[in-house]
């Protein structure tokens, strides 16, 4: 059978999957006492940061997401419930996702993680920390839901039909290597409050960092194909529609948030509530930062070294 073309590199036998450039992931799938998760888990001993997707991602979105902490830590990545190879009813609801990342913990016989979670994957990361405390030693969310959230305005029509099915996704694949110029712009335009003026500046960060570049290229492969993503998406959008504000107060554990001020998906209130809300709580507001601010700003790469020292100041003795 032809297998179709993803935008990574995989192999059908250990089915080893390449992110980007030099980081490859090979999922698979164990079985909790809640059902199925799909996992990758790095090699090694240490400590471990477990990543938390945001919507039309996956474990792929994950791996990248915490791909900065590779050198450091032990990375557990996965997909939640409604996305990729873990099926919606091994998790619906936020406590149950919640109590699902614990089992998966068990499954592995590991104690206690750190969690990164970017976007939606906020509602379960925010979730876990407050109802399975003594399995979480420390959390950074990076522009995560915190409250209440729908589609953003800058969501319009044409940017649904783009992200939200798989014709639009070959397209933007196509645009990509055609033209990346026009495809960062349309992520910054749907994901950040720009003026021309600052959308000129950081289209051009974007084109002449390679790690900013090669960052939102494979972000974007990490959206295809949507129709395994879609019903994990939906659920997200169906469970931040009806909270008013996260019981973030109740997590005890040592907590960074970062946020991107002129972030225009998840706002910047999102950041604060939390940072406000959790107990010495530290923050990181990233001055001009869109939605993927920790990894394609120019202050991106400040932001991940201080996300390491807080890391490393933290873990398990």
Request: aromatic residues 10%.
């Amino acid at each position: 059978m032809k297998q179709k073309k993803t935008g990574k590199k995989e192999t059908t036998g250990d089915r080893k999957i390449e992110i980007m450039k030099g980081v490859f992931i090979s999922p698979k799938i164990i079985k909790t006492k809640f059902g199925d998760v799909e996992i990758d888990l790095t090699e090694g001993d240490g400590p471990v940061l477990m990543g938390s997707h945001g919507g039309l991602g996956g474990i792929d979105q994950c791996r990248a997401a915490i791909d900065f902490a590779a050198s450091d830590f032990r990375l557990l990545s996965l997909s939640r419930p409604g996305f990729l190879g873990t099926p919606l009813e091994s998790g619906k609801s936020l406590d149950e996702q919640a109590d699902l990342f614990a089992a998966v913990l068990d499954e592995l016989g590991i104690d206690k993680v750190a969690v990164f979670s970017i976007s939606a994957g906020g509602l379960a990361a925010y979730t876990f920390a407050a109802r399975h405390p003594d399995r979480i030693w420390a959390l950074i969310t990076a522009d995560s839901i915190s409250g209440y959230y729908d589609l953003p305005e800058t969501a319009g029509p044409v940017a649904q039909m783009i992200f939200l099915s798989d014709p639009g996704q070959k397209l933007l694949q196509k645009m990509t290597k055609a033209k990346p110029d026009s495809f960062i712009k349309e992520i910054f335009k749907s994901e950040a409050y720009y003026t021309k003026e600052q959308m000129k500046k950081h289209l051009d960060f974007v084109l002449n960092d390679p790690y900013a570049h090669e960052f939102v290229t494979a972000f974007m492969n990490t959206m295809y194909p949507y129709k395994p993503r879609k019903a994990g998406t939906m659920n997200d959008v169906d469970i931040s529609r009806t909270i008013h504000h996260l019981p973030v107060e109740k997590i005890k554990c040592p907590t960074l948030v970062v946020h991107g001020t002129h972030d225009a998906d998840v706002k910047f209130y999102d950041g604060v509530y939390a940072y406000e809300n959790i107990e010495n709580a530290e923050r990181i507001w990233v001055e001009e930062g869109s939605h993927l601010c920790f990894w394609i700003n120019p202050k991106s790469k400040e932001a991940q070294e201080y996300a390491l020292d807080f890391l490393k100041r933290n873990m398990p003795k």
